[in-house]
């Protein structure tokens, strides 16, 4: 600790044919060396303007390719590593861990395992970057690996060790998202508003004060469906299993659902939610996990760990569920406003802007839209080994997705129920969810625009990573969706006055 070294050399190594292609694919695969000194990373510091704060990369690539086609590997680290010292102790604590690699082809004599030494450098000399010859990847060469280490004082304390690392020069692209989210929540607030408080509260007026029967018949919009708003839709089991699960997204293991359409199965439904959900995200992780246990990978999980998560999930999650279900059952039913006619009433033909198809898949872009721009720095971190810290911008476009979803739903909907189609239970809940099929989109549109990833069992761990984010982010929008219109739905009915 605190002692600088020069030029040491670590061990020499012959590149059999096969080592060799194996370096030259991950030199094309960009492939990064990951260290850890006192649980920080290694970083490489990127200046990216004249007087501005350095970015740091995670871990250092592998080596490099040249025009001429040639490989090149980084065998020499020189290491910085940035200390603290404490006022009221003559300990000091490592508060950084910096990589500068270089690519050099050492000169030597006759080679000695138990006392190496190069021609190249010595202890008294350091090497930087493009100053020497670099080593080429090649069948029969001999590598050298090496490296330096520097320690240096800083005035950074311990707490605040991560900070340089976190440091974003996006933050004007993140402000400039959440104006963008800003203006869709203003403009579906201003809808919300213009129902609620002309158009909505006129209707109500005007239905209030109906002085007979016929009158009541003359009538169009949404009163008319009074009867039928509330008759519990088709697969209604299957609709309380998602809604649960999502509401599971917020914290909470009651599933409440199921007492909306008074239903008696109540042991059936919460079967279907404790195994539907975490069964379909297990199966497909464990099949990924497959794939990566194919490739010989150390990011496998471990067979025990995958045995754990399934004790988690069977020896806590499940019994929660049925806890939860119990408790809910033990309440009193939902009483609906207004009663369901036992006949289901027709429904008149819906303009096309109307139709299921079209209306869920045009709710689920304000949503996305109010996100996108978020999503593509959560991409980066995630597939890109970029350090993602932000999290204040990222609540932030949370609250603002919440309300999205919630005023778009309600928007439709109001709109549906003014057609007279009183299906709106499955509606709601995919107007919002819809959202995931353009984040998913968008990942495709990242994959072959952003990432230049070639082998087929990368592309499939891809494609099957971004399927289990998209299903759940559709469960979570969904069940936001859902719950603003049946509250929306419960709201108008209740304020009539119903013969």
Known sequence: MRRDESCKVVCRTKLSAEAAKNFREKIDDEYRVNMILDNLPVVVPRQTREGSQPIFDHGYRVGYKLKDDKYYINNHLSFKVLYHEDLNSP??????????????KHEYGAWDDKNPTVQTCNANT??????????EVAPDAYVVFSYDVTFESSEIIWASRWDVYLLSSDSQIHWFSIINSLM???????????????????DIANYNQLDNQEEAQEETGWKLVHGDAFRPPVH????????????????????????MFKGTEWKKITLKTA?????????????LNALIWGEKSSGAVPFGTMFAL?????????????????????????????????????????????????????GGILPFGAVFIELFFILTSIWLNQFYYIFGFLFIVFVILLVTCAEITIVLCYFQLCSEDYHWWWRAYLTAGSSALYLFAYAIFYFFNKLEITKLVSGI???????????????????????????????????????
């Not at 869709?184 to 006129?202: D, N, P, Q």
């Not at 309380?240 to 659902?257: A, E, K, N, S």
């Open 275 to 287: 195994f539907m959900f975490p069964g379909i995200i297990f199966g497909v992780f464990f099949v």
């Open 184 to 202: 869709i929540v203003l403009f579906l607030s201003g809808m919300i508003a213009m129902i609620m408080m002309r158009t909505l509260y006129k």
């Open 310 to 362: 399934v004790l988690l999930w069977f020896g806590i999650s499940v019994p929660l569920v049925f806890v939860g279900s119990f408790l809910g059952f033990k309440q009193p039913a939902i009483e609906d406003p207004v009663k369901t006619n036992k006949i289901p009433r027709q429904i008149p033909e819906q303009a096309w802007y109307l139709q299921p198809a079209f209306s869920i898949l045009a």
């Open 236 to 259: 209604s089991g299957l609709l309380c299993v998602y809604v649960g699960t999502g509401v599971q997204f917020f914290g909470m293991t009651v599933v409440t659902m199921m007492f």
């Open 91 to 104: 300990e000091a604590r490592i508060v950084g861990f910096h990589v500068i690699p270089s690519s050099i």
């Open 461 to 499: 761990l891809y494609f099957g990573y971004m399927l289990i984010i998209s299903y759940a982010f559709f469960v979570l929008t969904g069940t936001i969706g859902f719950y603003a219109c049946f509250w929306f739905v419960r709201k108008i009915y209740a304020s009539v006055k119903i013969d």
């Open 126 to 135: 350091k090497i930087t970057p493009g100053s020497h010859t670099p080593q």
